[in-house]
């Protein structure tokens, strides 16, 4: 396998490296993920996350898997044991069927490092396609909300919302972006701020209930989310809190985007009452932990309800922005995401 250097990924020496994002910003720490068991460690505490990085993650560990001798048998539970670790995203789902047909061909070692790397240059691809088809809907002077994080440390390009606010951002169109802390796990005030920082486009961040009082006042003028999941009928799954945003947009007039590749698309999933959404632990809501420790401010025995991720219906959203280009409301009506 070749060297590879992303954002968020690293191989050296055929050994997978993970950019830990639950020490973000504070640190920047990398680490192995070498085999099944700590990638999916990884994975269920969000060290990795968004729904494309999850994806790849999961599709080049696989093909170093496979140059190192694992057997086809070996190799199959590993795609079941990784198609396990995140139900929610689709992409990781569609990654593993790509990677378990490279596995059923003669060839199959060099077939499975070929497809991983072709899906990182797609992911490439697609990023700057959104990009490009969505800073065309931003309009100069724009002042945008987004939620959660969907930027370089969610793919190995640009990123979906992210990406169409970098490029709004180089044609000089944005004000300000509304970062959302994005709650569980502060994910939009750790990530998606120092995302932006970094990039060097204007921010401020915000609690995420503080929304709505900006929408009020006229403070906000698109919102732009990612998806981890896009059903047929155009409901979509993503980070919680994203539907109360739809919500809003809608009752104070706002356009209300969603970005995301046609690999988040999940034809046969008809809608999202059936988007399975995973649950997470009691502790992300009863206190915070990370780099500096932990902090508890809970009852030690409250109950606690923590879904990851929401779905918002198709008739809240404005536009789907896809690297094939905006899909409009009406395309979604006339079946646009059904099973062809």
Request: with cysteine; proline share 5%.
């Amino acid at each position: 396998m070749p060297t590879l250097n992303t954002t968020s990924l690293k191989i050296r020496d055929n050994q997978l490296w993970i950019l830990d994002q639950q020490a973000l910003p504070q640190r920047q720490i990398w680490r192995l993920a070498d085999d099944v068991e700590s990638l999916v460690e990884h994975i269920l505490t969000l060290r990795v996350r968004g729904a494309p990085l999850i994806g790849l993650s999961a599709s080049l560990l696989l093909a170093l898997l496979a140059e190192r001798g694992l057997s086809q048998a070996q190799l199959e539970q590993a795609l079941i044991t990784l198609r396990e670790s995140r139900p929610t995203a689709v992409n990781l789902m569609n990654n593993l069927a790509r990677m378990q047909q490279a596995l059923l061909r003669p060839d199959w070692v060099n077939s499975m490092m070929k497809e991983a790397l072709r899906l990182l240059d797609e992911d490439r691809i697609l990023c700057d396609s959104i990009a490009n088809h969505g800073a065309a809907l931003v309009k100069s002077g724009s002042r945008l909300l987004t939620h959660c994080n969907t930027g370089g440390l969610a793919t190995v390009g640009v990123g979906t919302a992210i990406g169409v606010i970098l490029r709004a951002h180089q044609q000089g169109k944005i004000d300000n972006v509304w970062v959302d802390e994005t709650r569980p796990l502060l994910q939009g005030g750790r990530l998606t701020a120092w995302e932006l920082g970094e990039l060097g486009i204007p921010y401020r961040l915000i609690c995420d209930s503080m929304a709505a009082t900006l929408m009020a006042q006229g403070q906000v003028d698109s919102i732009w989310v990612g998806a981890d999941r896009i059903a047929a009928n155009g409901d979509v799954a993503n980070k919680i809190g994203t539907y109360s945003l739809a919500v809003l947009a809608h009752y104070h007039h706002i356009p209300f985007y969603v970005a995301a590749p046609h690999t988040t698309v999940d034809p046969q999933c008809p809608n999202g009452a059936a988007i399975p959404i995973e649950q997470r632990a009691t502790s992300e809501v009863t206190g915070v932990s990370g780099s500096f420790g932990e902090c508890h401010w809970a009852p030690q025995d409250a109950q606690v309800y923590n879904p990851a991720f929401d779905v918002t219906p198709a008739t809240l959203i404005s536009g789907w922005v896809l690297d094939s280009g905006v899909i409009t409301p009406q395309q979604v009506q006339a079946g646009f995401f059904q099973p062809e």
